[in-house]
């Protein structure tokens, strides 16, 4: 499968499965929710989360599709993953793809993660984009 037709797949799938890695290896997955622009997949997260803080250490990361509890489908694939933006305006933009594509339940979520972090204590309560981008299997296969 070419890298175009694995974005293909997984720009259209509703959740996807980011495995990033911590300081010593070991992999953890999230299902996230997504939106395509471009050549990148598009997903929100607290920048306080574990993810957000794994990626900012290592941004080699590997996504597959997966239901919304993660069981992942076959066809895992590389990808470099980045916090990639910080700024209102492209958070709220990315914000708002996703509140079109996953309507009322992602507004709901959303809001209610915001109101779960504020509890713990978080003073920064908004979302940062991540920006995924696919590394083509040739590439792949070099360590990051």
Avoid at 31 to 55: E, F, H, Y
Avoid at 82 to 109: H, K, P, W
Avoid at 128 to 135: D, M
Wanted: glycine share 8%; hydrophobic share 35%.
């Amino acid at each position: 499968m070419t890298t175009t037709s694995t974005l293909d797949a997984l720009g259209t799938a509703k959740y996807i499965s980011l495995t990033t890695f911590r300081k010593d290896g070991t992999s953890v997955a999230t299902p996230v929710w997504l939106v395509r622009d471009g050549g990148q997949i598009l997903a929100i997260t607290d920048p306080n989360s574990g993810k957000a803080k794994r990626l900012r250490n290592n941004p080699s990361a590997q996504v597959t599709a997966c239901d919304m509890r993660g069981r992942v489908k076959p066809g895992a694939v590389s990808a470099d993953a980045l916090v990639a933006f910080q700024d209102g305006a492209s958070t709220a933009n990315t914000m708002r793809l996703i509140s079109e594509r996953y309507g009322l339940m992602g507004r709901i979520i959303t809001k209610l993660n915001e109101r779960k972090a504020r509890r713990a204590g978080a003073t920064n309560t908004q979302h940062v984009g991540l920006s995924i981008t696919l590394v083509p299997p040739a590439e792949a296969s070099t360590p990051h």
